[in-house]
């Protein structure tokens, strides 16, 4: 006898043709009927912690350049993940979450577990949140979210699928459709834009985070060096594009006042893929020098809306780029660039603790060929772009959010999305210690499948970026910003990783190169001297 076809059955055929056979999650009580009879050809990754399972999923989506299925439970389960929802949000990640919701005979009584108003708990973090007025749309809505989550900019969208929806009978299959990921600037004002770009006379160019997910950073070396002008990076980026020197210049800077500083001597800034700008501390000045112009080239509609100078141009960041790049006049007549100095200085003797100079110039020395770091010690960014530069696309990952608690299981995520793709790259995390604790259970996912990652905690003692912004901020004697006491390496032995605690840079190398070697995951925790960052 022929089984029927339910919503759950037609749902997953949808899954199938989507290609959204890996499903993140950490299961309740209300997703059991959609996991029911899970199928051999689908891969369950369980995280311990919503929170965790999001940022697994953000990482891995990122990595296979595709969507990802994240399943969590209820309102708790969404609850736990918002943290990370607004990672994916900014980073403009295709992500489609999904939750229980209960009965819906027990829906009027509001009953246990019952996620409230369910399509509005999510927002403003998604760009679509629904749940389906009756069980026959599942399968639609899915697609539709599909749809949504990869069309620019891309990003997180939220269904609640009631408990009982999936044994429903239901005729399929569902209908598969295609949608673009890519849009073309219009002609007209690219070549107004292309114009003034080749009329500069001293151009600044900063390439942020959407240019490498849109594969564009060869596109923006070549237009950097068509046009000689100087590239900049932001701070703290989810993303970075390859450092092609003699061009690259230093971060941006953090605030008003330090953005119009460093931007001082420019008549033209043209920033592709990036935010107008990502501002930090209040340090009042100038947006912009006097007599500086602004140009902007983005996907995202909201991120050109919320730019406080300049005009702006929609596109996708590769293609806008190589059309630009077609359309500029040769540079050839400007003045070279010249690399603003940046000290490399380490102490003549080894520090006890260590500096994050030291740390990151260890790292250096044993730097492993086509190896991705996913970084979240947000006081030594620095220190990381000066001895660790990004020479590759898609190798530097870090929370678009500003919020800690993603590098863990993103690291988990990213070795994921290889391991799909059948790629072998080292991951390696360089965290700080307290952004280690947030999401610490993703550990144990790692271990559980035996991913190859190294993570690198420096232990410093303290929430060193709360402090340079306290400091900053002229507000002395805030608590709760030391962290003593903490025993990362048995909490890591605990989950099922190798750990050692180091305190010099020959033990780092060593250590680095055996998890290396081992390919499993490794916590290698190294004792380092607080850092003032630079604000």
């Not at 043709?17 to 009580?29: A, E, K, R």
């Not at 997910?213 to 590239?231: C, F, H, S, T, Y």
């Not at 610490?440 to 232990?459: D, E, K, S």
Request: with cysteine; proline share 9%; charged share 20%.
């Amino acid at each position: 006898m022929t089984e029927k076809s339910t919503v759950h059955s037609v749902t997953y055929e949808l899954l199938r043709s989507l290609d959204l056979t890996t499903i993140f999650g950490n299961p309740g009580s209300t997703e059991e009927t959609f996991l029911k009879n899970f199928p051999d050809d689908f891969t369950y990754v369980l995280g311990l912690q919503e929170a965790s399972v999001i940022a697994m999923a953000d990482a891995f989506a990122q990595t296979t350049r595709r969507p990802a299925l994240v399943n969590l439970h209820s309102s708790a389960g969404l609850g736990n993940c918002l943290g990370n929802l607004v990672a994916a949000y900014h980073g403009h990640t295709p992500l489609i979450v999904t939750v229980g919701q209960q009965h819906r005979e027990l829906l009027i009584g509001e009953p246990y577990l019952a996620n409230r108003d369910a399509a509005n708990m999510p927002r403003p973090w998604v760009k679509w949140s629904y749940e389906p007025a009756r069980a026959e749309a599942v399968p639609e809505a899915f697609m539709r979210a599909y749809a949504m989550a990869v069309q620019p900019p891309a990003g997180p969208v939220f269904l609640s699928i009631p408990l009982d929806d999936w044994n429903q009978p239901l005729e399929g299959p569902a209908v598969v459709r295609d949608v673009s990921t890519v849009y073309a600037p219009d002609p007209e004002r690219l070549r107004r834009f292309a114009a003034r770009i080749s009329g500069s006379q001293r151009p600044a160019l900063i390439l942020g985070p959407d240019v490498d997910r849109a594969r564009g950073w060869q596109a923006g070396i070549a237009l950097a060096e068509k046009l000689r002008a100087a590239v900049y990076s932001l701070p703290l980026p989810d993303r970075l594009v390859p450092r092609g020197p003699p061009l690259y210049q230093v971060s941006v800077g953090m605030s008003v006042k330090a953005v119009g500083k460093r931007l001082a001597g420019h008549d033209l800034v043209v920033v592709i893929g990036a935010e107008v700008f990502r501002y930090y501390p209040y340090v009042p000045g100038d947006i912009l020098p006097a007599g500086t112009e602004l140009l902007q080239i983005t996907d995202d509609p909201a991120v050109a809306a919320a730019a406080r100078t300049g005009n702006s141009l929609l596109g996708d960041a590769r293609l806008s780029i190589e059309l630009l790049t077609e359309l500029v006049g040769d540079g050839s007549g400007r003045t070279q660039p010249k690399p603003l100095p940046r000290p490399r200085e380490l102490p003549e003797n080894p520090s006890s603790p260590l500096t994050p100079a030291e740390v990151y110039a260890a790292l250096s020395m044993v730097r492993p060929e086509h190896a991705v770091y996913v970084n979240e010690s947000t006081s030594t960014m620095a220190q990381h772009a000066e001895w660790l530069p990004t020479i590759e696309p898609d190798s530097f990952f870090a929370t678009a959010s500003g919020g800690i608690g993603w590098a863990v299981p993103a690291a988990v995520g990213v070795a994921f999305g290889d391991r799909n793709r059948g790629v072998s790259r080292p991951v390696i995390g360089l965290i700080g210690d307290g952004s280690f604790q947030y999401s610490v259970q993703g550990l144990w996912t790692a271990a559980q499948h035996n991913l190859p990652i190294v993570y690198v905690v420096m232990r410093n003692h303290e929430y060193s970026i709360l402090k340079s912004f306290a400091d900053l901020e002229q507000t002395p004697g805030v608590p709760g910003l030391d962290l003593p006491g903490l025993d990362i390496a048995s909490v890591s032995r605990g989950l099922g990783c190798h750990a050692v605690d180091v305190t010099s840079t020959g033990d780092l190398e060593k250590e680095v190169q055996l998890a290396l070697e081992a390919g499993t995951t490794t916590v290698i925790v190294v004792t380092t001297q607080p850092e003032k960052a630079t604000l």
